[in-house]
């Protein structure tokens, strides 16, 4: 391809760099943000500094981390909550007689 027309290599390698700052910048985010239910802005945070912190393996790692972390978090804080008591709720007045209908 690269012989035979050189200016469709540019647009080749234009629309291809599109497409992946598209994927990583929208479409990630959003597929990793449903599945571990953490925001899509915390998401990108998360990344960005797991890519700081440790390269590609905080990256790899950072979301399955956060994920557990919160899940830990959410259990530590339930068992240690007393439990809630069941709401009362009033039951409608039985009919005196069959087919009678309760005032």
């Known amino acids: 391809m690269l012989a035979l027309a050189p200016e469709k290599a540019i647009w080749v390698v ?6 992946q700052l598209l994927e990583n910048l929208v479409l990630v985010p959003r597929i990793q943000s449903a599945y571990f239910k ?4 915390l998401t990108i945070v998360l990344l960005v500094v797991g890519a700081y912190i440790a390269g590609i393996w905080g990256v790899v790692l ?3 981390l956060t994920a557990t972390a919160i899940g830990v978090l959410k259990y530590s ?4 909550q ?3 008591e069941p709401e009362q709720c009033e039951l409608p007045a039985q009919a005196s007689e069959p087919g009678s209908v309760p005032q």
Do not use: C, D, N, Q
């Open 14 to 19: 234009a629309i291809f760099g599109i497409v």
């Open 38 to 41: 953490i925001h899509p802005s």
């Open 62 to 64: 950072v979301m399955p």
């Open 77 to 80: 804080r339930e068992i240690t």
């Open 82 to 84: 007393p439990p809630k």
